[in-house]
């Protein structure tokens, strides 16, 4: 998922970059959730034709920095995680849910009157 423009520049700090940097050598550069190593070949089998071979994709494992609390700009190092693009995806899964929820009703200000009656 992309960065928010508005966030972008919480990800520029020299703060920031010392904090991945750390938490990726705590993590020794594997994914903390599923383990794989960053930069990794990892082989997926799944009934999908015209693939490599029948069914077979080859996944470059990819890590970054993940705030758990979802909060950018939040640098504290027990708060960053090295996660794979898979495992970071779903762990924010369920707050984009509900984030995208929140900002739709934002943008409707007459709906929010009406359910308030």
Not at 9 to 23: E, G, I, M
Not at 29 to 50: I, K, Y
């Amino acid at each position: 998922m992309p960065i928010a423009r508005d966030k972008r520049p919480l990800y520029k700090t020299p703060r920031w970059f010392a904090v991945r940097a750390r938490a990726r050598t705590r993590a020794r550069d594997r994914c903390q959730h599923c383990g794989r190593l960053n930069h990794s070949v990892h082989v997926v089998t799944a009934p999908v034709a015209g693939e490599l071979q029948e069914g077979v994709r080859l996944l470059i494992i990819q890590c970054g920095a993940a705030h758990l609390n979802h909060r950018a700009g939040d640098d504290r190092l027990d708060n960053v995680a090295w996660l794979c693009r898979g495992d970071h995806n779903r762990y924010d899964k369920a707050h984009r849910r509900a984030s995208l929820v929140f900002n739709r009703d934002e943008r409707r200000p007459l709906r929010q009157l009406w359910e308030k009656t």
